[in-house]
């Protein structure tokens, strides 16, 4: 760039891609426990070519040359996997942070002493309801007391301020306050992120979307409560007005990516889906050579237009909203969100012709599991 050249905006500069990735997502395993509806990879049985304990670290190597500072761990149920504090360790003595969310049903006492004791790490604790029925209508009986148990050794092992993760819905959308209270309770922090369309959530997604009425509401609630944690998920919604924290942009491919249990690297979490399967990590060059030269991230780097949102005089806040929201909806690329504030999502939903969906792969799904309840000591 010439000395005299201004510096590209920050939204322009992420939306161009990056060396490496801002926020990356690690799902360690399939396997889990529970069977939660909205599930975004379909998750219950481990894959017979998860990635070995040799391959695992790689991954960490790779992230430590490319300076990557920290890492999203999912799954599955990421501490289902034998390995996995030998991954943590190896990840947190590299100073790769980590960030790693769990249902809690593994969380026991000692394990939460022993998470207290370890350096750059985070922990999330998923939760979609302030009450056992709402929770567990969408993760299965059980979770509830499960959570609220692993919350409750993380603070007696004084952990330190933890994160309560919560997908909304339009049933737990009138629980926020309290969730917000539930959180301050164990001085932790709330996270709350965007139901998508993907993994069992294509099949959910109709029936627990918000309602127009309570994106609404959810704009107005995150507006006013700027320290509450969005993950950027509802860029769509600052079309109504004054934008949310956050790039407010999709980074699919650009700052954010996922690694799956097998290897497999997709533009994002939620698009599981082989038109988005950039590469895999046991290709020569691993993770970094995906990253920095995969053909789908290079094209979702380039500019884009606004498409049928031109019209729009909002396209430049809401930025035509999740890419997984429009592709899992059976909505093109550059059309608007299933959720445009404007209904302009709604209206292209009703002129779809009735063919079928793209559907999420694979599925890993067993079933779903009563929650066998960890102890408190």
């Not at 799902?27 to 304990?53: I, K």
């Not at 996997?81 to 947190?92: K, N, Q």
Request: glycine fraction near 10%.
């Amino acid at each position: 760039m010439p000395a005299d050249s201004a510096p590209l905006p920050l939204q322009e500069q992420f939306s161009r891609g990056l060396d490496a990735p801002i926020c990356l997502t690690w799902e360690l395993t399939y396997a889990c426990n529970l069977a939660c509806v909205h599930c975004l990879s379909s998750s219950g049985r481990r894959d017979p070519m998860e990635l070995t304990p040799a391959e695992a670290r790689g991954i960490v190597d790779d992230m430590v040359d490319m300076k990557v500072f920290y890492v999203n761990i999912g799954g599955g149920e990421p501490m289902l996997r034998p390995d996995f504090f030998d991954l943590i360790d190896y990840a947190v003595d590299h100073r790769v942070g980590v960030k790693f969310s769990t249902n809690g049903t593994r969380l026991d006492r000692s394990k939460a002493e022993r998470l207290a004791t370890m350096d750059y790490l985070d922990v999330q604790i998923s939760l979609d309801g302030a009450t056992a029925e709402v929770n567990d209508g969408v993760r299965g009986s059980g979770s509830y007391a499960a959570a609220r148990v692993a919350m409750d050794n993380l603070a007696a092992a004084d952990f330190g301020p933890f994160k309560i993760s919560v997908v909304v819905t339009r049933h737990n959308v009138g629980q926020l306050d309290a969730l917000a209270a539930l959180a301050d309770h164990y001085g932790a922090q709330l996270r709350v992120t965007r139901l998508r369309p993907s993994g069992r959530g294509a099949d959910s997604w109709e029936g627990l979307h918000p309602s127009d009425a309570q994106q609404r509401y959810l704009y107005e609630w995150l507006r006013d409560r700027p320290s509450v944690l969005t993950g950027d998920s509802f860029f769509h919604l600052s079309a109504l007005g004054e934008p949310l924290e956050g790039l407010n942009l999709c980074g699919a491919g650009r700052v954010v990516c996922l690694i799956d249990p097998v290897g497999d690297v997709y533009a994002c979490p939620f698009v599981i889906h082989d038109e988005f399967l950039a590469g895999n990590v046991r290709d020569p060059g691993g993770f970094t050579t995906v990253w920095r030269e995969s053909d789908l991230f290079s094209s979702l780097r380039e500019p884009t237009s606004a498409g049928a949102c031109a019209s729009c005089g909002s396209f430049d806040a809401c930025r035509g909203g999740c890419m997984a929201a429009k592709f899992f909806t059976g909505l093109p690329l550059d059309g608007p969100d299933p959720e445009c504030v404007f209904g302009h999502g709604a209206e292209a939903l009703a002129a779809l012709p009735g063919s079928a969906l793209p559907r999420p792969a694979p599925d890993h799904s067993a079933g779903r599991v009563a929650v066998r309840l960890v102890s408190r000591g």
